[in-house]
Structures are given as C-alpha cells and as structure tokens.
C-alpha cells in the first residue's frame, strides 16, 4: 500500500514525527523517500554518502540536548544531530589532527567535492527542527490547514507521474479544514487531534481508490461491498493480522470507557469476511502464510480462516475419508524454485520459465551437482604483479579467493549495509572497542592526558552519557595501558612506542621483488601487537613479517620476533631458510593470481594443527549455536568454491607447506589484560 499511495504514506510519517525521538532510521528513511530527496536535490549516491556520514558520526536520536531534556534525561549533546553536523561542518574547514576546536572535534574523512550534500543536508535538518518545533503550538482547523500545506511545499516535490496522488493529499488537508468550518468549529486544537484526524481521513481516501475500475479491483474491505464478483481473493489473512486491532487514540473516552453497544472493529472484521465470502460466485481464493521462513514449521492462519475450514469439515464429507476443508488448502513450497512447482501437478504450477530451466539443468546433472567457478586457470598477469608490496602480500593471504576475484576479474562484494542506530551507546564492545584501544594506543604513545582524551571520545559519540560514560573509558584506558605496559615488557624495551624508525625493505627473491617496511624493529628484534583476541590472519601475518625481518637480516644474524594480543603472546624463533620460505610464498601468491587458491587461514591453520580434515570442516561450517560464522559463509570463498568442501590433496599440501614452519618456529602463551 506505501507503494500505491506513497504521499498519504509519506505525509503519515512527517506528521508522526510529531513528538518522537527523531531517531536516525527515522529521518534518514523520511530523506531518502523520493518526493523529500527530489525536494533537496539529493542523488542516490548523495544518500549513500549521508547515510555514511550519520553511522560514523555516531548520531543516533534527537535534534540537540533539548530532546533530551524534553525526554526527562540530562543536557546532553551526544550522538544527536547538531553535533554530528557540527563535526561535518568542522571538518570541510579543517582536518581532525587539529584536534577539539570549540568544543567540536572535526570529521576528517571529507571530501570537498560533497560540500552541496552536506549543504543539503544541513538544510533539511533545519527545516524538520522547525517543523517539530511548531507542532506543540495549538491552531484552529484553518491554521492547521495553513501549516500542512506549507509543509507539503516545504518537504516534497512531485514528480509528473505522481501529482495526481501529491493532489489528492492536499485536497484532504484543505478537506479537514472545510469540514470543521461546515461545523461552525474553530477552537484551537492540539497536533495529536488534527493528526489523527488527517490520518482517518486518508485512510478512508486509500481505502475507495481504484474501487469498481474495470480489470481486476484492489479494494479494502469495506461494509456494503457484497456486490457478485466471479472471483473474489483475499490476501495476507495472517494470524494476528486480521481481524484487525486498532490501538485506540489517547483522547478516545469511548475505547477509555466501553458500553454495550459500542462498535467493536472486530466483530466488524467478521461481517466484512462474511460478505466477502458470499461476494464470490465462481473462485473464492484466500491466502495467508502458513510455514515458518526460519524453520518450515507450520503457522495458523486468521481465527476466521480456521473457522471456515472447520465449518466445511462439518458440513461436507469425501469418499477418501480425507476432511473437505483440508483438500482444499494448498500448501505452497517455502522457495519459488522447488522443483514441485514443475511436476505436473494442477494444483503447483509455476509461470517462471528461469526457474524452470534451472531445475531442468539440476534434475539432469543429478543430485549435488556444481560446476566449478573456472574451467582452466586463467593467463599469467603482467611482469608488474613480480613487484609485490609486502601489504599487497598480507591482503593477499587474509583472503586468496577475494583478492583473485577483485583484482583479476574486477568483482568486488559489497560490504554489508550497517543498519543506523537508534539510541545511543551504553557500554562499548565488539569492533567498537577495537577502535576505541587502538586510538587510545596513539594518544598514550603522544603523551596526551586522560581529559583530553575523554573529551575527544565524547565528540566521537562512542562513550554512554554522563558520569557512566566517564567510567566505561577509565575501565578502557586501564585496560589499554596494561595491555601497552605488557607489549612493553615482551619487547623488552619501555621506550617501545616512541622514536623507532620504521625499517626499509627491498629484496629480490627470483623473479619477484619484495618492497615493504617492518615497525618496531630494534636490535635484532621486532614487536608487533594488536588490541583485540588473536586470530588466524593475525598469526600468519605477523609470521610473514618475521620471515622479511629474517630474509633481509646481514649475514650471521637472525632476528626474532614477538606478537602480542588481548589474550595470547606469539614468540618467533629466528629461521635460518626465511628466504626459501618466502620465495614459497610469492610462488603461491603467484598462483592465487591465475585461479582460485586453495587456501583459507583459518581452516588451514585447524588442518595443519593434527592433520585431520574434520577440524577445517568444523572451522569452514561454523558454529550456528555459538553465533560464529564459518569460513565458507565469506561471499568470496562461496563464489570461487561452490558446492563441496574444497579440502582435497592440494589444500592440505598448501596448508602443509605454508603453515608448518610458521608451527614450528612458533612459541605460543596464553595472556590476560
């Protein structure tokens, strides 16, 4: 129905942003409708770039610290709008290194080139604080119509296909306002009244369009509309969904105080499905949802349903025995694909001549057929892929199957959408955290004070409000310091994070050259750490880093290396052949570049552990219980291996030759914080 009348829709959201919290879905739904994004001359890429904005600025709800006061909360500015754009602002004028300024930390990943979005943006934002602001005053009929139909002009602009249905809203604001002038009524009223008012008046105008228009009818279900029809269906009959509950108005005295007599829209429902069943002279076609999407179990239609098929269970009996009102329901297949839709059977058919195909292909391959992503590997790329990055090395063999498909066939998933928040932080974890320790690392190692990195955190919105927040960031400095203090003590030297030039790499091994920079390397020693739990890409990077540090080492010198994490401390024994390891390596990254390689860290570390394949299995299929994805849910992997495990020969020979000598020169510690 939003899609038939999507300005009746839109104006109901405007007008129920009267006293909400305006949270961020909400105004950024309301800005990304067509009509409002025409009127502030945003792109769909310009929405991609506000969404972007408002998730990493942090803006969950409310204008400014009024909202909050007008919510019974304290003054706080946080995580609401102005201080998000007061950070946008800021930050087109300078970059965030320049640190607070006025009490506003600049956003620094701005380009100059979205200076009209941000413009827009702003623009709007004031225009919808106006338009709430205004609500709380109370107008007579006439004001109010005065005030919507300006903020019609103000919010939406028609397009040519869609005046009609902008008309018709406007027509219904100037409507109310007739109506309550034909009634001699012209007292002040409150916004709650003259919303709900607008809203009965739209929605009995939705529910008589398109009425009797020849074709095929899309009606509500109406009283006095038991006119014959040869067919009549009735669609969405959900449990709970029908008969209707309408939640009553909070100036409603007859839903406060019921009397026999009142009108029960329930019992309305009931009469309504009546009719609509003696309406139908020919088919009679009633659907609903009766399987679970999650788990296929089963799901009751509406209680009118059921009575209807019990009604025909007791009134009609079948030769097979089988209750009449049960053949007559058909139960559908969860997907549109199911190869029931294509058997010849009168009561599942389909029109989808591609599933069709599909099904046909699959049937005659049989059971647990998948092609293979390529046929043959694909040519050798240029000489200029021998020159490798020692980062391009890392990105390489975080994920092989993702860096082939980007930068051999130019297909790139999309990350997956971050759905906008609605309140603000109350506590800190997850990636959250990560970023929070990791910036605090950066400030500790300049010396910074612990107010002034409070203040900053606040301007980020990361922390909870008021003196809770202060205590979440003095638990996580505490912890980042402790965590500082013990990669301290691993390297050995307290001075770790101050004053080390970072070590200049390039070295030749074959036909590849190497080009790169180690950090933290100090007599003949080099720390690496990371503030979160270790995982397998970790790991292997850093052993890939211990491995350059030991391949360009002078003659007779080897070096060691340390890993350090929240929870466990990797130590790296000097290796004598780090130059044949190497030259391994790039041999397989070379390969990775003209097909898919056989190699996923973490089910590759699992299988060269005890060399059993049901460890990488357990690793690749995850953890449904225990919330943790497997590794062969990564879109990547998924596109390049289809079908079966790929744990043949050629996995567990790579995951041997690759992670074998990283075990074996490897000393690991459990740690805590």
Request: aromatic share 10%; net charge neutral; hydrophobic share 40%.
């Amino acid at each position: 129905r939003s899609t038939l009348f999507p300005y009746t829709t839109l104006f109901r959201s405007l007008a129920d942003l009267y006293r909400s919290r305006l949270t961020a879905p909400e105004v950024f739904g309301l800005l990304a409708s067509p009509p409002v994004c025409r009127k502030s001359g945003l792109s769909p890429g310009d929405l991609d770039i506000v969404r972007e904005w408002i998730f990493k600025t942090r803006i969950r709800w409310g204008i400014d610290e009024t909202d909050r006061f007008r919510a019974g909360l304290p003054l706080y500015r946080e995580n609401s709008w102005r201080a998000g754009l007061d950070r946008l602002l800021l930050g087109y004028s300078m970059p965030e290194t320049a640190g607070i300024f006025n009490g506003v930390l600049p956003f620094d990943t701005f380009d100059s080139s979205v200076v009209a979005t941000l413009g827009a943006l702003c623009e709007f934002i004031d225009r919808l604080e106006v338009f709430v602001r205004l609500l709380d005053t109370e107008r007579t009929p006439g004001q109010w119509r005065i005030f919507f139909s300006e903020a019609l002009a103000t919010f939406m602009a028609p397009s040519e296909q869609s005046e009609q249905e902008f008309a018709r809203v406007s027509e219904a604001v100037h409507r109310f306002a007739g109506t309550a002038a034909d009634a001699g009524f012209d007292k002040p009223i409150s916004a709650e009244v003259a919303i709900a008012v607008l809203n009965q008046s739209l929605h009995e105008e939705q529910q008589g369009f398109g009425f009797m228009t020849g074709g095929v009818t899309f009606a509500a279900m109406l009283p006095m509309r038991s006119i014959p029809f040869r067919v009549v269906a009735m669609v969405g009959m959900n449990d709970g969904v029908f008969p209707r509950s309408i939640r009553p108005q909070g100036f409603d005295l007859i839903a406060r105080s019921p009397r026999k007599g009142d009108r029960s829209r329930r019992n309305d429902d009931r009469y309504l499905f009546l009719e609509s069943v003696l309406s139908a002279r020919d088919v009679l076609y009633i659907s609903y949802t009766g399987q679970s999407l999650r788990d296929n179990s089963e799901i009751p239609p509406s209680v009118v349903v059921s009575e209807l098929i019990d009604t025909i269970n007791r009134s009609f009996r079948t030769d097979s025995g089988i209750p009449a009102g049960d053949r007559l329901v058909v139960r559908h297949a969860v997907q549109s694909f199911s190869p029931a839709y294509f058997r010849g059977d009168e009561r599942l058919f389909s029109y989808s001549e591609t599933n069709r195909k599909a099904i046909a292909q699959a049937l005659r391959a049989g059971a647990g057929f998948s092609r293979p992503f390529l046929d043959r590997p694909l040519d050798e790329p240029s000489d200029e892929w021998r020159v490798v990055p020692l980062d391009r090395l890392h990105r390489f063999f975080r994920n092989p199957s993702a860096f082939f498909l980007e930068h051999r066939l130019g297909i790139r998933f999309p990350e997956r959408e971050t759905l906008l928040e609605n309140r603000e932080p109350f506590g800190i974890g997850g990636l959250e955290a990560y970023h929070m320790k990791n910036r605090l690392v950066e400030l500790l190692n300049e010396t910074r004070d612990s107010d002034a990195m409070l203040a900053e955190f606040r301007q980020r919105g990361a922390l909870p409000p008021a003196f809770h927040g202060t205590l979440v960031f003095e638990r996580t400095l505490d912890e980042t310091r402790r965590f500082i203090e013990r990669v301290a003590k691993k390297a050995g030297k307290p001075e770790l994070f101050s004053g080390v030039p970072p070590l200049e790499v390039a070295v030749e091994f074959g036909p590849f050259r190497l080009l790169g920079r180690l950090n933290c390397v100090r007599e003949g020693f080099m720390v690496s750490w990371r503030c979160a739990k270790l995982t397998e890409k970790d790991r292997f990077g850093s052993w890939i880093d211990h491995l350059v540090l030991n391949a360009v080492a002078p003659s007779g010198i080897r070096y060691g290396s340390v890993l350090v994490t929240l929870d466990r401390s990797i130590s790296y024994r000097p290796v004598d052949d780090a130059g044949k390891l190497l030259r391994q390596l790039l041999e397989r990254y070379w390969q990775g570049l003209c097909e898919p390689l056989r190699f996923f860290p973490r089910a590759s570390v699992a299988y060269a552990r005890k060399r059993k394949r049901e460890d990488a299995v357990n690793v690749w299929r995850g953890s449904e219980f225990g919330g943790v994805p497997g590794e062969g849910s990564d879109p990547a992997i998924r596109r390049c291996f289809p079908g079966e495990e790929p744990f043949d020969e050629m996995f567990s020979t790579i995951a041997t030759e690759l992670v074998d000598p990283m075990f074996a020169h490897a000393e690991e510690k459990g740690e805590s914080s």
